[in-house]
């Protein structure tokens, strides 16, 4: 298979794993119905996340356990927990508030959330990752996101739902999205950090997110007191059971096409899938969601998101690989002594290919996959 046909079908494939994730959350929402709330659909997906990663874990998906280097550093209590935390939190806000919102308005809030956040990380070089200023043309990106968020917004009042209501979910949906930006590099640290692959430390979130949601829901039934009163499982779709597994298959997209098509262009397909996706989720109220009319506007403001998240992540990315960025030149010398210390840095503790496929696990957006 020749290198262009592998990454049209990389693209393909990425596109897919981002509608993927939207589909995951309408899957939790309408499985939440039969089974009496979100909160009993929300272990399920966890569970069959588990299930679906304990079928791959043995295999390394052609990857190399990662390097910890000749001085690595410390791993902390809440390397481990942190994660299946904050996925609880996102599975929780997909669960209950993309059918309350619409998931083409919870994605673009959720999406708008992580990329202001990861603008702040990356300028802050939070845990592991490398450092990447504020730059005008961020900052600019980050504002077209905001716009298209807001536009979508604009025409989605639901009078029943009330207004109060609707900008608390949206507010809550933001910081949903703001927390997967902050659980990415926890995982994406704890994968270098412990030596291991991606996918591996996604079975460890998933299984500290089972813990975690078991728990909740163990203490809402003891509050209750219903128990599984309110379970009524032979109404329930067999579609609705698989969404865990649709959060893998992200897993495995990630590790798989990051070196094939290059981290910005993945995940800039996964935001694209994404975005699209929960449009037409809306609108033909599939998965057994709600019918919601895509309005120019809304569809102007989901491709505004889509814009500023592609800006966002792929001009930054081709900047840096010129030699004015502080790469090599023709020669095979680096342009200045400072750009040479920086290159020499990065040559003593890292393997491009192994990176580029751990960024793109820990930066893609609103991954329901990292749990």
Known sequence: MSGATSKLLGMVAALGSGAGLAIQSAMNGALAVPLGSGLMASPVSFLVGVATLLLVAPFKLGQKPRDKGPNPKPLYW?????????????????????PKLGYGLFFCSVVAGQIITSLVLDHIAFLDLRRQ???????????????????????????????????????LSFASGCLMAIQAPINSSLTIRFGTLPHRTALISFSVGTLYIL???????????????????????????????????????????????????????????????????????????NSISATPLRIVGVVLVFVGA?????????????????????AGEPTTSAEQKMHEQRAEVEDPSEDEADVAYASAPAGLARV
Not at 229 to 255: I, K, N, Q, R, T
């Open 310 to 330: 592609a800006g966002f992540r792929m001009l930054p990315l081709r900047l840096s690989s010129c030699p004015c960025a502080g790469q090599v030149s023709k």
């Open 215 to 289: 728990v909740i829901w163990g203490i809402s039934v003891g509050v209750k007191g219903r128990g599984l009163a309110d379970v009524h499982v032979s109404e329930s779709e067999p579609f609705m059971w698989f969404g865990g597994v649709l959060g893998v298959l992200y897993v495995v997209a990630s590790v798989s096409l990051a070196p094939i098509l290059g981290v910005g262009l993945f995940v800039v397909f996964v935001v694209f899938g994404q975005l699209f996706m929960s449009l037409f989720i809306d609108v033909f109220g599939l998965f057994a969601s």
């Open 133 to 171: 200023p504020v730059t005008v043309w961020r900052v600019g990106s980050t504002v077209v996101v905001l716009v298209g968020a807001v536009l979508a917004i604009v025409d989605k009042v639901d009078v029943a739902l009330g207004v109060g209501k609707l900008v608390g979910f949206v507010l």
């Open 78 to 98: 809440w390397h481990w927990c942190t994660g299946g935390s904050i996925g609880v939190c996102y599975i929780c806000a997909g669960t209950f508030l993309g």
